[in-house]
């Protein structure tokens, strides 16, 4: 009896490099879009993260007279001496129990407040922190406040030796309104180029604490406009390492938040003049074109 063999066929080597070409080229073309689709969502995140606040910030002004958040509020009578921004948005943000554990503590940032990482003041594409944290543990901001809208006033006590920055303004009477005002900006967690961080609760100020400590605000230096995919540590080309003066954003576009308690991007192509004039709240000049 004669039996027949039938020999199964495989892939000659040449096809099999063909096969992997194939699939290197598909993964190619599929990273950028799975980048884009990571990258729109980040965004999206950061956007909702400035738009808590922007609710906090109102929220806060309904339960305070119209007054808005201090930069660095001294007031010994609610239990913490000492507290910034940030610190002052806890109970709006619906957090609370952070917010109350440093009562008694004589600061915001006691009973270990500088090391609690706050989900909704990091941006997910800032390449900054780890894991949550500063260079110097503690927690991260994304996020800075506008000191020309939140720390002009700066009122001082000469009974207590305190200094506290303020608003001149409440949310009702900003005078160039609230769609036409900045109120947060993005900032790095870390600035590693030059020895800064920004923590949330790290107290901003500028009569009191002085604005050359680790962590200060983005304020008083000028109106600088924003960085946009700054370096963390060294320069590439012209553009300098992520400085901690600036706004700074890992975006396409810097997302700030306006004083209505919406977010919105603003392109690299900004105007000085009406960069000023948004972080202005008080100079009568409507925004440019370009913003």
Request: glycine share 10%.
């Amino acid at each position: 009896m004669i039996r027949f063999f039938s020999r199964k066929r495989g892939f000659t080597l040449i096809e099999l490099l063909v096969v992997i070409a194939i699939i290197a080229i598909l993964i190619g073309l599929l990273l950028p879009a799975v980048q884009k689709v990571r990258e729109a969502a980040a965004r999206m995140s950061c956007s909702n993260n400035l738009k808590q606040m922007g609710t906090a910030i109102h929220n806060y002004a309904s339960a305070n007279d119209s007054k808005l958040p201090y930069m660095l509020q001294y007031s010994p009578q609610s239990g913490w001496t000492w507290g910034p921004f940030f610190f002052l948005l806890l109970p709006y943000i619906e957090q609370q129990n952070i917010y109350n554990r440093a009562i008694g503590s004589g600061a915001g940032w006691g009973n270990n407040n500088h090391n609690a990482v706050i989900k909704s003041y990091l941006c997910p594409s800032d390449p900054s922190p780890s894991s949550g944290l500063c260079p110097n543990s503690w927690a991260g901001a994304s996020y800075a406040p506008n000191y020309y809208m939140f720390a002009e006033a700066n009122p001082y006590d000469p009974a207590t030796g305190a200094a506290q920055n303020q608003a001149q303004y409440n949310i009702g009477n900003i005078p160039d309104g609230t769609s036409q005002t900045v109120g947060i900006v993005e900032r790095f967690v870390g600035c590693p180029y030059y020895g800064w961080s920004n923590g949330w609760v790290y107290p901003m100020s500028a009569s009191y604490w002085g604005w050359n400590s680790n962590g200060a605000a983005w304020g008083p230096w000028g109106k600088y406009l924003p960085q946009i995919q700054p370096p963390l540590k060294t320069y590439v080309g012209s553009l300098q390492p992520a400085h901690p003066y600036y706004p700074t954003s890992a975006h396409s576009l810097c997302l700030v938040l306006l004083m209505d308690g919406s977010a919105r991007g603003v392109s690299a192509s900004v105007s000085q003049a009406t960069w000023n004039n948004a972080v202005t709240p008080d100079d009568g000049q409507v925004l440019g074109s370009n913003w």
